[in-house]
């Protein structure tokens, strides 16, 4: 069972924040969008700012107390 080692909360987490996944996605389509129509790709480089940040920031988390979920498996006892 996994388990909150800040607030003992059973159960499954959180992926947080989902919004920044989202948004990680949507701007793509700016400098995408762009370059299909043989522009200088606009917003590429905070696309990749951004995306680099979500890769970073979203993490599983405690829906109870907000704190980042350890989903480290520890091997054997
Ligand atoms: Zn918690």
Known sequence: ???CPHCEYSG???LGPA???WLA???WLVPLGFLSMGFW???L???VAISAWAVMDVRPVCPQCG???KACASPGE
């Open 45 to 47: 480089l905070p696309s």
């Open 1 to 3: 069972m996994k388990r």
């Open 67 to 69: 704190q980042r979920w």
């Open 19 to 21: 919004w920044l996944l």
């Open 41 to 43: 790709p606009f917003l």
């Open 12 to 14: 499954r987490p959180h």
């Open 25 to 27: 996605l949507l701007i």
